[in-house]
Structures are given as structure tokens and as C-alpha cells.
Nanobody, 116 residues
Framework: QVRLVESGGGLVQAGGSLRLSCAAS????????MGWFRQAPGKEREFVAT????????YYQNSVKGRFTISRSNAKSTVYLQMNTLTPEDTAIYYC?????????WGQGTQVTVSS
């Protein structure tokens, strides 16, 4: 059974930073593209960033390019999201999943709240 557990969220002032972690179990992590997604209040869940298993390349939503960095540790089966220069528009619940996401894999997410 695949389990994804996100952590590291919190309340931060605009301009601040947070580092999210997602620990995976139940899948051969090193063979999966892994992504971060987020859902803001009243909005659809959206893609944020992805890390490709084959060559380590990364891709980002335009609004987070240059501010967020996705990374992974295959040894720890963990994917990270370093978020810098946060803005109130980044407020959301952040989730990790495979990319493309599998509906059965969604976890509880971790809340990120950015105050102005």
C-alpha cells in the first residue's frame, strides 16, 4: 500500500521560507516521477513542481519558478520542496504524489499559510 506523508508546513510571514518534506512508502520511489501539488481555499488542486526519476530534471509552475526548488533523496524515499520568498498567494495545502498523480495516493497534505 502506497503511503505519502507530507510535513513541514506552517505559518510564515511574506518573504519567508519553508521546507516541505514528503516521505513515501509502498512504492519503488527511485523509479517514479514525484511532484508537489497545492490547493488553495476555493480553488482546484494545481501542479507546483516535479522531479523526474530518469535524469533528475525538474519542472515548475511559472508562478513559483526561481522561488521554489524540488529535490529528492532516493535513499530516503523522500521528496522535498524548498520554498523561498513566499507570498500570500502561496497559501494552500501542499501535497506530494507521483506525477502524474494517482488519486489513491493523496495524503493529508501540509498546510502553508503566508501572512502579509
Amino acid at each position: 500500500q502506497v503511503r505519502l506523508v507530507e510535513s513541514g508546513g506552517g505559518l510564515v510571514q511574506a518573504g519567508g521560507s519553508l521546507r516541505l518534506s514528503c516521505a513515501a512508502s509502498g512504492l519503488t520511489f527511485r523509479l517514479f516521477d514525484m511532484g508537489w501539488f497545492r490547493q488553495a481555499p476555493g480553488k482546484e488542486r494545481e501542479f507546483v513542481a516535479t522531479s523526474k526519476w530518469s535524469d533528475g530534471s525538474t519542472y515548475y509552475q511559472n508562478s513559483v519558478k526561481g522561488r521554489f526548488t524540488i529535490s529528492r533523496s532516493n535513499a530516503k524515499s523522500t521528496v522535498y520542496l524548498q520554498m523561498n520568498t513566499l507570498t500570500p498567494e502561496d497559501t494552500a495545502i501542499y501535497y506530494c504524489n507521483t506525477d502524474p498523480p494517482v488519486s489513491a495516493y493523496w495524503g493529508q497534505g501540509t498546510q502553508v499559510t503566508v501572512s502579509s
